[in-house]
């Protein structure tokens, strides 16, 4: 991975880290403004936490990491700390909890903003494991954008008229390309030990082996999933891991979550808004099971991991594996759907630019993509710079997603990021692509 100047000379790590943060603090104001007082401080699901809590919670962590351990200041406000604490006190919980009302969580997260600038105009961003390449700011950055994803699940899943807008994505001509795309066996690089603000679960680089695979060339759309739920898939034991198939029958789930099916015609709500499923787009809102069900009607299966990155990083002719499937440039508009410019995936096959080297599309943006693999730590993984963040998650309980969705910012999202989830979950904005094995 040949690392641009941004990542490595300082003043260019001083301005990353100062647009980082304000590109976040802007999203996270829409996502908090937008809504009256009582639609803050009340909790739209038990899945999640009231909004004011994501916004108090988000400046809690900037003081806790930036003023204290960064900069050795004393505390501001230590008696919330408790509160503000996501292993203490469950989603489900945190409404009863005595939390800042909506004005003075904004002026708290207001106040450790305009200090925590202070101590990156002053930074060296070297020194400590924590300073070094400003990783604790960028460490920070990436905390509020996937609070302020997770703040956007929120707004997905409350009721009542849209509150969000935002312009569709830019339609292309239909995609008439391959189906899907052969990967050749042989090693390759994951993970990486390079990319400064990648997170403990990424490191370190190291080799694997991956032996030939095919995997489709989009992500599976809205259309071929209808396919699946015509022809009875949810009706069909044959298809599912067992707790799948438990899990949807004690629920009564036969479609993705927010779909209904009306007038001869698939529907779904979207922030708000009711529309016909579009059938080209990528599907959205699937739990794993609900992916590894599809792949198995569909005589697939779902890529692991190691094949995911493979396909999204690996170029054959030169053999390195690179930040993301275009290269090594940062994204932009014409390489993937990222960061909420828009409030809904792209059709499926657009945004050639960001196609890896073999041609395969949207493997950053547009959904979350679930993969077969539990998530495990990589050879050689060393908590940093706190174990909660990746190390009490490992496990067979929880499955790893990767590349990304549209409301993703661009700061969280790269070739090998990692998220994970319970194969139940089903509020994200989670998708998938299939695979198959052999060269053939």
């Given amino acids: ?85 996501a292993f203490e006190h469950p989603r489900a919980e945190r409404p009863t909890l005595p939390l800042l009302p909506p004005e003075e969580a904004r002026r708290y997260a207001a106040d450790v903003r305009g200090r925590a600038l202070d101590v990156l105009e002053s930074s060296t961003l070297r020194g400590t494991r924590l300073t070094e390449a400003g990783f604790a700011f960028g460490m920070i950055a990436q905390h509020e954008q996937q609070h302020d994803e997770t703040m956007l699940i929120t707004h997905q899943l409350r009721r009542g008229p849209a509150a969000l807008t935002a312009p569709d994505p830019v339609a292309g001509p239909p995609f008439t390309g391959p189906a899907e795309v052969l990967v050749p066996g042989g090693p390759f ?16 680089a ?10 489709d060339t989009t992500p599976v759309t809205n259309a071929a999933y209808q396919a699946f ?41 979207r922030f708000g808004v009711t529309e016909v499923v579009p059938p080209d787009e990528p599907v959205l809102h699937v739990c794993w099971y609900e992916a590894d069900a599809y792949a198995r ?16 990083r690996h170029d054959p002719v030169s053999g390195r ?60 993984f060393a908590p940093f710079p706190y174990k909660e963040y990746s190390e009490v998650f490992f496990g067979s309980e929880h499955k790893v997603l990767r590349g990304g969705s549209f409301a993703v910012d661009p700061v969280a999202c790269r070739g090998t990021f990692r998220n994970w989830d319970y194969p139940i979950r089903r509020q994200i904005f989670s998708g998938f692509r299939t695979a198959r094995d052999g060269a053939a």
């Fill in 1 to 85: 991975m040949t690392a641009p100047e941004s990542l490595t000379d300082p003043e260019s790590l001083r301005e990353r880290a100062l647009d980082a943060l304000v590109t976040a603090r802007d999203r996270t104001a829409l996502l908090t403004s937008c809504v009256e007082e009582p639609e803050l401080t009340a909790q739209h699901s038990p899945l999640m936490s009231p909004l004011v809590w994501d916004l108090a919670h988000i400046g809690n962590q900037e003081e806790l990491w930036l003023l204290r351990a960064v900069a050795g200041r004393e505390p501001m406000r230590p008696e919330i700390d408790g509160l503000y604490d």
């Fill in 189 to 204: 690089t994951m993970g990486t030990s390079a990319e400064p603000w990648s997170l403990d679960n990424e490191r370190p």
């Fill in 206 to 215: 190291h080799q694997r082996v991956v032996p030939a695979f095919h995997i």
């Fill in 229 to 269: 739920i015509e022809d009875g898939g949810y009706q069909d034991a044959r298809w599912w891991a067992p707790g799948g198939w438990d899990h949807i029958r004690e629920h009564a789930i036969g479609a993705p979550l927010y779909w209904r099916r009306e007038g001869g015609q698939w529907l779904r709500r």
């Fill in 297 to 312: 009607w569909a005589g697939r299966r779902l890529p692991t991991e190691a094949e995911w990155e493979k396909a999204a």
């Fill in 321 to 380: 594996s690179t930040r993301y499937p275009w290269g090594d440039a940062d994204p932009t508009p014409e390489h993937a759907n990222l960061g909420q410019r828009h409030l809904r995936p792209a059709p499926a096959g657009s945004y050639p630019a960001g196609a890896s080297p073999l041609g395969v599309r949207q493997l950053i943006g547009d959904v979350w993509e679930w993969t077969a693999s539990d998530f495990e730590p990589y050879p050689g």
